[in-house]
């Protein structure tokens, strides 16, 4: 019981950082929905039960131009796509779970909560209780998020033009900060830039398909550039 | 919440958890190939670094890559202050503020 508790609010804290980045992007996202003209109630219950932050902005950009529900929903397919190789990463780690805490691990399953979490899992001390941590995590991003969003659902409401200030910056800062500690090597730094690269000449791309296209092509790139620093290491050392 | 708006959610949320739990239903049934596994651990950066080229260089749509656009300023005061202080917390923190002294102060 003390290890479950322990692993819970390590996971929280560990998310503490993450939190202060989703503060400002929550706060845009309900500026920008009330300006989208989404009713408050669909906007609250959006952050409640959908839980994804880039796609619930995008979406709600999407309904300010008048953009058919359908094509919305097919949007949002395709930027949470990202999250099914998050399950895959986890998933080595999680599958001995009960079906019900795969599922609540599942629909809170977000970049944050990831990021924090594979790192944890990745140092393999083989604590049977560290989905706790997973669950910690997540618990502080939900709440956090639907604190934020409400916020800004309350001062998109009084000053309308709170959706030009700029939040949105707060997502590509914290995702600068959950990629760094990862680039450590030269294949993942290869990996970045083929990434950034594709994302680039990918934009012509409907419904932000260029974000999955771009991730596979940096992933094919470092596990190329891995698979060369090795080979040139096995000629070294015969 | 209008009709619409609730077919809307109740597709969005289908979509965001059928994805998000799909791999963990199948848990055990799956054996992945090596390469796979292999590649499992550049998922994160590559999906974040293609998120975050865009969304800085192109912040309303339109390219910007001047030394005014404080979308780009920032980002590169993030990842700065993200290689020195190896610290998440300081990387985020020192980036919006960056941002929020040169979009209202400059």
Known sequence: MAVRNQEFLRGARDTLPLMLGALPFGMIYGAVAVASGLSPAAAVAMSAFVFAGSSQFIAVGLIASQTPPAIVVLTTLVVNLRHMLYSATLLPYLKHLHPAWRMALAFWLTDETFAVTVRRFQRGDGCRERHWYQFGSSVAMYLNWQLWSLVGLMLGNRIPQASDWGLDVAMPITFIGMIIPFVKTVPMMVCVLTAGAASLLTLGLPYKLGIIVSACAGIIAGLLAERSTKLAKGRATP | MTASEFILISGMAAVTFGIRFFLFALADRIRM???????????PPAVLTAIVFPAVLLPKGDWDLSASNPYLVSAGVAAAAGIVTR??????????????????WL
């Not at chain 2, 796979?36 to 998922?43: C, D, G, P, Q, T």
């Open chain 2, 87 to 104: 610290n998440l917390l300081a990387t985020i923190a020192i980036g919006l503020g960056a941002f929020f002294i040169g979009r209202f």
């Open chain 2, 33 to 43: 190939a090596p390469w796979l596994e292999a590649s499992l651990r550049f998922i």
